[in-house]
T-cell receptor, first 112, second 113 residues
Framework: TQLLEQSPQFLSIQEGENLTVYCNSSSVFSSLQWYRQEPGEGPVLLVT?????EVKKLKRLTFQFGDARKDSSLHITAAQPGDTGLYLC????????????FGSGTRLQVQP | DAGITQSPRHKVTETGTPVTLRCHQTENHRYMYWYRQDPGHGLRLIHYSYGVKDTDKGEVSDGYSVSRSKTEDFLLTLESATSSQTSVYFC????????????FGPGTRLLVL
């Protein structure tokens, strides 16, 4: 059982459409991060959210951390082909262990 | 880009043979991690290190061992490779300060026949 559940697993949309990716858990996280990974490369950090209810914007990407710090969402406005990739959420639990727990990922394909 | 290299980048080996993957960093970061990535599973932590000679197990540590004799190098060893260890292996580093931010290497693609 995955501690962090991501949905959807796959998403294929047309350029210009909006989309939302969800990351849910029954556990509380002290912080939550979103990474993007392109084929043949390692994940690259997009954003970190640390406060319940926090919203961060990165150009057309909006990230939200749930009030209870158990879930997060990533919203992309007017998706571009360059947004294509694997999006991973990762949470840090407040256990003293500095080890991230990753979700299973959402593979996004944006068609021109 | 954080200075992280992994070697080899690709390896094909046979079941039962030992395999060692190397992660090298030039950032002097305290924490180093080994993950494996398989379809449908995201990234799963194998082992991590919080200092020279200090390591801890992750969620999928069976069949793997690690060593860190220098700050810059973190080795992952498959003592006797099995087909279930076919995967892409990523190394990551972090400075362990404040909010956890991990920087990933380019990955090693391992095929066990």
């Amino acid at each position: 059982t995955q501690l962090l559940e991501q949905s959807p697993q796959f998403l294929s949309i047309q350029e210009g459409e909006n989309l939302t990716v969800y990351c849910n858990s029954s556990s509380v996280f002290s912080s939550l991060q979103w990474y993007r990974q392109e084929p043949g490369e390692g994940p690259v950090l997009l954003v970190t959210v640390v406060t319940g209810g926090e919203v961060k914007k990165l150009k057309r990407l909006t990230f939200q951390f749930g009030d209870a710090r158990k879930d997060s969402s990533l919203h992309i406005t007017a998706a571009q082909p360059g947004d294509t990739g694997l999006y991973l959420c990762a949470g840090l639990m407040d256990t003293g262990r500095r080890a991230l727990t990753f979700g299973s990922g959402t593979r996004l394909q944006v068609q021109p | 880009d954080a200075g992280i290299t992994q070697s080899p980048r690709h390896k094909v080996t046979e079941t039962g043979t030992p395999v060692t993957l190397r992660c090298h960093q030039t950032e002097n970061h305290r924490y180093m991690y080994w993950y494996r990535q398989d379809p449908g599973h995201g990234l799963r932590l194998i082992h991590y290190s919080y200092g020279v000679k200090d390591t801890d197990k992750g969620e999928v540590s069976d069949g793997y061992s690690v060593s860190r004799s220098k700050t810059e190098d973190f080795l992952l060893t498959l003592e006797s490779a099995t087909s279930s260890q076919t995967s892409v292996y990523f190394c990551a580093i972090s400075d362990g300060e404040g909010v956890e931010t991990q920087y990933f290497g380019p990955g090693t693609r391992l095929l066990v026949l």
